[in-house]
T-cell receptor
Framework: GDSVTQMEGPVTLSEEAFLTINCTYTATGYPSLFWYVQYPGEGLQLLLK?????DKGSNKGFEATYRKETTSFHLEKGSVQVSDSAVYFC????????????FGAGTRLFVKA | SAVISQKPSRDICQRGTSLTIQCQVDSQVTMMFWYRQQPGQSLTLIAT?????????ESGFVIDKFPISRPNLTFSTLTVSNMSPEDSSIYLCSSKTGDSSYNEQFFGPGTRLTVL
């Protein structure tokens, strides 16, 4: 079945450092790909998404590109802030899963001032 | 977009009792879901709440333990029955405005349940 694998955390960075969180997926067909973020004490919210190959999703300085050839959707940010400290979930939704969203394990990010 | 509220936000319950969690969406939505999130873990889908019919449960979850209602397109409840300490978790309500793969999901703030 469809699945999502993302890098284990926690990831600890200093403010203004470059961030990459790796995400790869296994799916039949052409799923949509998402990054969700969960700030401390809050529910999940959509950070960005891409619905077809080579699409780039972006929001709040974060970017991720849908790479079908490598089945990847890595999250990047050029300069992280303390306020970016959160848990980041890579996810996919596709026809074979009945359009249910399948989430990765989550990667906790700590940004130090 | 959809704004989702849940009640209660947290509760501490005794073993063997039941708790019903309410989920209210501020607009009509096609799909509603219930998830469980253990501390520091990812989300596990419990079931899809179907309007006007029985919920669709994922492997490992059964109706007797987690009965779900969805009387209309904006409201659902999840009951955690005959609770044990292993049921201590955060329970999340979620919705999608459409049933396509590109529709994002919206999440409630969660209900933190502790079972003693």
């Amino acid at each position: 079945g469809d699945s999502v694998t993302q890098m284990e955390g926690p990831v600890t960075l200093s403010e203004e450092a470059f961030l990459t969180i790796n995400c790869t997926y296994t799916a039949t067909g052409y799923p949509s790909l998402f990054w969700y973020v969960q700030y401390p004490g809050e529910g999940l919210q959509l950070l960005l998404k891409a619905t077809k190959a080579d699409d780039k999703g972006s929001n709040k300085g974060f970017e991720a590109t849908y790479r079908k050839e490598t089945t990847s959707f890595h999250l990047e940010k050029g300069s992280v802030q303390v306020s970016d400290s959160a848990v980041y979930f890579c996810a996919l939704s596709g026809r074979t899963g009945g359009f249910k969203t399948i989430f990765g394990a989550g990667t906790r990010l700590f940004v130090k001032a | 977009s959809a704004v989702i509220s849940q009640k209660p936000s947290r509760d501490i319950c005794q073993r063997g009792t039941s708790l019903t969690i309410q989920c209210q969406v501020d607009s009509q939505v096609t799909m509603m879901f219930w998830y469980r999130q253990q501390p520091g873990q990812s989300l596990t889908l419990i079931a899809t709440a179907n309007q006007g019919s029985e919920a669709t449960y994922e492997s490992g979850f059964v109706i007797d333990k987690f009965p779900i209602s969805r009387p209309n397109l904006t409201f659902s409840t999840l009951t955690v029955s005959n609770m044990s300490p292993e049921d201590s978790s955060i329970y999340l309500c979620s919705s999608k405005t459409g049933d396509s793969s590109y529709n994002e999901q919206f999440f409630g703030p969660g209900t933190r349940l502790t079972v003693l």
